[in-house]
């Protein structure tokens, strides 16, 4: 059976500007963005080997800025890995293909939670699986990828490439254990049990408030409460 793959890269230069000493050693070569794009290059080619009527395009998030040149079958998205995540989900929709997705993300950027929980539900909907590959602490995009029923992976050396053949090359490939969702609060962004949830945005806040923040709507307690 043939597959699509559609594989957004975080590709935001502040992001590749921070150096990760803490899990790459000295003696060994830095992890860079154009060593992880020869890597998709690789795996682009596994993949027509596979089966020649696989497809794979690389969606390049690149924040503000631009990218001069891009390799075949790339486009630059402006924006972070959840905007471009959400243009393959459209695309997706709108080709009425069978595609999946996998996300490589560098750094977590503020706020992504929100995005993510739009995302992970037009996910399912579709049934597109999103795979994650990681190259920090990235819960957000672990439980994006478990609840999409994708595989999780943080890398923390530079043998990529290796990732890419063994781990998400493959149809069939490992699923990430099921997590435990804990949804974030708005006002002081902690997990919570239990939360108020404001009924026009779905918002949640650990406490009651006069009005969500989000939405500016008025938050009031049914009287059966
Ligand atoms: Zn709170
Ligand atoms: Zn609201």
């Known amino acids: 059976m043939a597959q699509n793959l559609i594989v957004i890269l975080d590709a935001i230069k502040s992001h590749w500007e921070v150096q990760q000493s803490s899990f790459i050693d000295a003696n060994t070569q830095t992890l860079t963005l154009p060593l992880v794009i020869n890597a998709l290059k690789a795996l682009s080619f596994a993949l027509k080997i596979q089966h020649s009527e696989n497809y794979m395009q690389i969606y390049i998030a690149t924040g503000n800025t631009l990218v001069p040149e891009l390799p075949e079958n790339c486009k630059a998205i402006q924006g972070t890995i959840w ?8 695309y997706i929709n709108s080709a009425k293909i069978k595609a999946r ?8 950027v503020p706020g992504e939670q929100d995005i993510a929980l739009n995302l992970m539900i037009a996910a399912q909907q579709l049934k597109t699986e999103i795979d994650g590959l990681a190259f920090t602490e990235c819960e957000v995009l672990a439980k994006t990828s478990a609840f999409s029923g994708g595989v999780f992976m943080r890398q923390n050396s530079i043998g990529i490439l290796q990732t890419l053949l063994q781990v998400y090359l493959p149809i069939n490939r490992p699923r990430t254990p099921k997590m435990h969702f804990k949804p974030y609060c708005n006002c002081c962004n902690k ?3 239990r939360a108020y949830v404001c009924s026009s945005c779905l918002a949640i806040y650990c ?3 006069p009005n969500c923040t989000k939405c500016f709507s008025r938050l009031i307690l049914p009287d059966c409460i």
Not at 83 to 90: M, S
Not at 101 to 108: D, F, G
């Open 83 to 90: 905007k471009a995540t959400a243009r393959a989900l459209c």
């Open 101 to 108: 997705i996998l996300v490589i993300q560098k750094s977590v």
């Open 191 to 193: 997990q919570v049990d």
């Open 207 to 209: 406490f009651l408030q």
